[in-house]
């Protein structure tokens, strides 16, 4: 007992210095930039996130010191840029609470992740007639490869629907929970309306029916402590570029028997064990789902993210965001003709609007003059769209090194586009 | 980025609150729809062909405001026009747009439609201006297919 109250204590110390936004905005040289003449108003965190020079520098260190391929070299730099590889598989297991690093698969992002579920595990355990449970506000991502695999099958999609707030309808999900439900499919944050799903309650309802969950965790991953043993999900999928790392790097998680089970997704090298024209056996996992060279500076480079983060604490970034969040809302209300998209009570930092006799896109145009990056369009949810009957929104997600002073850029930049409009 | 004024002149403005010919054409002898997947813009083109001539041309569906007045400006362009006089100003219009900076569109020849030359300093939005006459080539061809400007 003493023990754990002493470490919570630590960890607490650890994590309490004052959130200190100007010195954390200051580790991203992007954002000490200027677009069209004035300083970067970046917010566009949803698509893609800005990078530390702690993640910029370990890449370039990477390729700089010790490149060499992984797993195969006897020589220093293949061992070092092993050890560097397989040391950043701990750091995301460790991130998201999984029970051991062999249960990491490094991906390119999170649509690999899915398309590999869906390709290994999808094709050996659903059948005609099955179904695959997905929300209305899901990512193509987590769309189009069920409906691959749906094609390839014949099973059936069966979509959750959502309220006007834009929260998924769990009594709706509870029927259409079945006894030929095979898998249920959900994103933990949406990346369009910023919903926050009660994940656990969702794993729990299809769990107490047996019922396999793959979660995509491509928006909660940034802004939100994850521990996937709590979640109870089966699956779960980030993209390492959201999460402040490169590009071309993302996770699956799954647990160690599914992985132990699945079929590979792709043949080559690392992944088997022996090879010859006889047939060939296949390597122990995670590596039997890692064919080829992987991305090893992304790698690096996403375990060195997780570090930065873990520097200033999960629960402390979700904590200022949310109050970012807020007042952003508050400020976006009060412009009228403005018309928030995704109310629902439990929200990540993201904010789609829609602005009246104005298109997205010209919002998006105006606002990038002044400076102001944010989204516009369908962001990949065009489900989404056609259940709010518009064919797009402009969007502006926030991340911990955004600030007040970037939301009122914001503000003035919208009633720029209502003067242009006026 | 160039001024903004650029993009959005009070022509185009005008264009995009009071869209000229938008409605359908019940008597239409051709149509085609057209979409952009970027913006989302959705153009449903009616074309009424007598003898190659445009007797009466409109459109409708929904999309910014360069898409929109863009439409809006092409139905007032080419009304009453043959079909042989439109084709080399879709081609201008688009030569318009689509040229390095440091080539002089022909202006003079686009007459009103020039407005639409600030367009080219944003490659983002040319598509927006664009649409609507690539829809019309497609109405022209009397595709049923909907054309894309991806």
């Known amino acids: 007992m003493t023990t754990t109250t002493t470490k919570s204590a630590v960890a607490k110390a650890a994590k309490a210095p004052a959130f200190d936004s100007a010195a954390i905005r200051s580790d991203f040289p992007l954002l000490q930039t200027q677009s069209h003449g004035k300083p970067l108003v970046y917010l566009d965190n949803a698509a893609t996130s800005q990078k530390p020079q702690a993640v910029i520098a370990a890449t370039t260190r990477y390729y700089t010191n010790y490149n060499a391929n992984i797993h195969r070299g006897v020589y220093k730099l ?208 995670p590596h039997k789902f890692e064919a080829g060279t992987p991305h090893i500076s992304g790698a690096i480079g996403l375990g060195v993210a997780i570090d930065y983060l873990g520097g200033i604490g999960m629960d402390a970034i979700a904590e200022y965001e949310h109050d970012l969040l807020l007042y952003a809302t508050k400020q976006l209300k009060r412009i009228s003709g403005l018309h928030i998209i995704g109310t629902a009570p439990e929200k990540a930092a993201v904010i789609s609007f829609v602005m009246e006799n104005i298109h997205p896109h010209d919002i998006g145009t105006i606002v990038d003059g002044e400076g102001v990056a944010i989204r516009t369009g369908h962001h990949c949810c065009q489900p989404l769209m056609d259940h709010y009957n518009i064919a797009a929104t402009a969007r502006a997600s926030l991340a911990f090194y955004n600030n007040r002073e970037d939301v009122d850029r914001l503000l003035a930049a919208v009633e720029k586009v209502k003067e242009v409009f006026s | 980025m160039s001024d903004l004024r650029d993009l959005y002149q009070q022509t185009i403005l005008d264009h995009t609150r009071k869209p000229r010919n938008k409605h359908e054409m019940p008597d239409a002898t051709s149509t085609a729809d057209g979409h952009n997947r970027l913006c989302g813009d959705n153009i449903k083109l009616f074309l009424k062909l007598n003898a190659g001539i445009i007797e009466d041309i409109s459109f409708t569906g929904n999309g910014c405001a360069i898409s929109t007045a863009s439409a809006s400006m092409m139905t007032e362009a080419l009304k009453g026009k043959t079909l042989a006089e439109a084709q080399p100003l879709f081609e201008l219009f688009h030569t318009m747009l689509t040229s390095p900076m440091d080539q002089e569109p022909d202006l003079e020849a686009l007459n009103k439609l020039a407005v639409f030359s600030g367009v080219r300093e944003f490659p983002v939005r040319v598509k927006c201006a664009t649409l609507p006459w690539h829809t019309l080539q497609a109405a022209i061809k009397n595709q049923d297919a909907p054309v894309s400007t991806e």
Not at chain 1, 96 to 109: C, H, K, L, Q
Not at chain 1, 249 to 268: C, D, F, N, S, T
């Open chain 1, 78 to 285: 293949s061992v070092d840029a092993t050890a560097a590889y397989e040391a950043a598989r701990e750091k995301v297991a460790r991130f998201i609470n999984a029970p051991s690093a062999r249960e990491i698969v490094f991906v390119r992002g999170a649509t690999e992740a899915v398309n590999l579920v869906a390709a290994t595990w999808g094709m050996e355990n659903i059948h005609s007639g099955d179904e695959i449970i997905l929300s209305e506000m899901e990512h193509h991502s987590n769309i189009v490869p069920w409906q691959l695999l749906a094609q390839r099958t014949g099973a059936i999609i069966k979509v959750i629907s959502i309220s006007q707030r834009g929260e998924l309808s769990l009594d709706h999900y509870a029927q259409l929970l079945s006894d030929r439900t095979r898998l249920v499919a959900v994103t933990h944050v949406s990346n369009a309306l910023g919903t926050i799903n009660p994940i656990e309650r969702i794993v729990a309802m299809a769990k107490a029916r047996g019922i396999p969950v793959l979660v995509d965790g491509a928006q909660s991953v940034p802004h939100l402590a994850v521990d996937v043993q709590k979640m109870g999900c089966d699956f779960f999928v980030f993209s390492g570029h959201k999460l402040y790392a490169p590009t071309g790097i993302g996770v699956l998680w799954a647990k160690a028997a599914l992985l132990e089970k699945m079929p590979p997704y792709q043949g080559g090298g690392d992944m088997i064990s022996t090879v010859s024209f006889a047939g060939s056996t296949w390597n122990d996992i």
